[in-house]
């Protein structure tokens, strides 16, 4: 085989992968789970702030409006889990940066799953029911997906996927990252730990 062919060869699989990585979500999302791992997607975490009673914003009882509906047909308002500390993860089944972060936020629940003062909602912003569910099973994850279920407010979600969101126990925003990032650290278990001890 000559060198021309061989290097026309080269850059046919080159570009190829290009494309599976552009265009195949899973496929991106693995690479960005690689890219996650170098350390440069953690959350910007800020306890000093919170320590100093200074929130993103004070939202009161009426930013607990948001309803979502879980894979019985349940509706849930946020209201309900006034008294917990709400991680929140807004996301689409075929949103790459979504599906990157989704191991670290499993990681994540495994820690406080069974933890009454935290509440996790993972919301499918989309309402695609059939293809989350595929997606979670093929992925082994067991994370509580909801549903929208009327208006999301705009103070929590502005369109940007993926975007989270961490209240505290009196429906103060304690934190919000819009896009990808690693929540399977140390650093945001003290995070919501702290945010947990704020409000006894």
């Given at each position: 085989m000559?060198t021309?062919?061989?290097?026309?060869?080269s850059?046919?699989?080159f570009?190829?992968?290009?494309?599976?990585?552009?265009?195949?979500?899973?496929?991106?999302?693995?690479v960005?789970?690689?890219?996650?791992k170098?350390?440069l997607?953690?959350?910007?975490?800020?306890?000093?702030?919170?320590?100093d009673?200074?929130?993103?914003?004070k939202?009161?009882?009426e930013g607990?409006?948001m309803?979502?509906?879980?894979?019985?047909g349940?509706?849930?308002s946020?209201k309900?889990?006034?008294?917990?500390?709400v991680f929140?993860?807004?996301?689409?089944?075929w949103?790459?940066?979504?599906?990157?972060?989704?191991p670290?936020?499993?990681?994540?629940?495994?820690?406080f799953?069974?933890?009454d003062d935290?509440?996790?909602?993972?919301?499918?912003a989309?309402g695609?029911?059939?293809k989350?569910?595929r997606l979670?099973?093929?992925?082994?994850?067991?994370?509580?997906?909801?549903?929208?279920?009327?208006?999301?407010?705009?103070?929590f979600f502005?369109?940007?996927?993926?975007?989270?969101?961490?209240?505290d126990?009196?429906g103060?925003?304690?934190?919000?990252t819009?896009?990808?990032?690693d929540?399977?650290g140390?650093d945001?278990?003290?995070f919501i730990?702290?945010?947990?001890?704020m409000h006894p």
């Amino acid at each position: 085989m000559n060198t021309k062919l061989m290097k026309r060869i080269s850059n046919i699989a080159f570009i190829a992968l290009l494309l599976i990585i552009v265009f195949v979500p899973e496929a991106k999302a693995t690479v960005q789970q690689g890219l996650m791992k170098t350390g440069l997607f953690n959350p910007n975490l800020n306890i000093e702030k919170l320590q100093d009673s200074t929130r993103i914003s004070k939202l009161p009882a009426e930013g607990f409006k948001m309803e979502v509906v879980d894979k019985t047909g349940r509706i849930v308002s946020l209201k309900d889990l006034k008294g917990k500390v709400v991680f929140i993860n807004f996301w689409a089944t075929w949103c790459a940066p979504c599906i990157a972060e989704m191991p670290s936020i499993q990681k994540l629940y495994e820690t406080f799953k069974d933890n009454d003062d935290v509440a996790f909602v993972i919301l499918e912003a989309e309402g695609n029911k059939e293809k989350a569910d595929r997606l979670l099973t093929k992925k082994k994850l067991t994370l509580p997906v909801y549903y929208p279920y009327g208006t999301i407010p705009t103070e929590f979600f502005r369109g940007r996927l993926p975007t989270t969101v961490i209240l505290d126990k009196e429906g103060n925003m304690a934190h919000i990252t819009e896009g990808m990032a690693d929540y399977s650290g140390h650093d945001i278990v003290d995070f919501i730990n702290e945010v947990r001890a704020m409000h006894p």
